[in-house]
């Protein structure tokens, strides 16, 4: 049997909603699953519209060692130039512009939370 996908990431978030919001209203994803899990914590996945994998807003409250558990996950996109210039409007901070490689062309992009995530086409 072999692995078919990734079905989720976590990324380790201070405030649910403020990571919510970002995800749903600048970058444009869905609430894939929104499951109490305790006082004021969700369990919360958020996705691009028909992806198989999903990110999970994890509470740092509920995780001891959050600050270790750093993220590395890259987004793959048709039009780099259009994504970004769409998820820049948004309001998403990215640390420069698109760089273009042999392999490709990427950019990285911050969370609320400082997390840093690639976007890559």
């Given amino acids: 049997m072999m692995i078919s996908k990734i079905a989720t990431a976590a990324v380790y978030v201070e405030d649910q909603q403020k990571a919510k919001t970002f995800w749903t209203e ?3 994803f869905e609430i894939v699953r929104e499951t109490p899990m305790g006082p004021n ?7 691009p519209k028909g992806a198989e994998s999903a990110l999970v807003l994890y509470p740092r409250s509920m995780m001891a060692n959050w600050s270790e558990m750093k993220p590395s996950i890259v987004f793959l996109c048709d039009d780099i130039d259009s994504t970004y210039a769409t998820m820049k409007q948004n309001g998403v901070r990215f640390e420069g512009e ?7 062309a990427y950019a ?5 939370d400082g997390n840093s995530f690639l976007l890559k086409q």
């Avoid at 698109?98 to 490709?104: H, I, R, V």
């Fill in 41 to 47: 914590a969700y369990w919360l996945e958020v996705a």
């Fill in 108 to 112: 990285t992009f911050l969370d609320e």
């Fill in 26 to 28: 600048k970058a444009g």
């Fill in 98 to 104: 698109p760089q273009k490689m042999q392999w490709g």
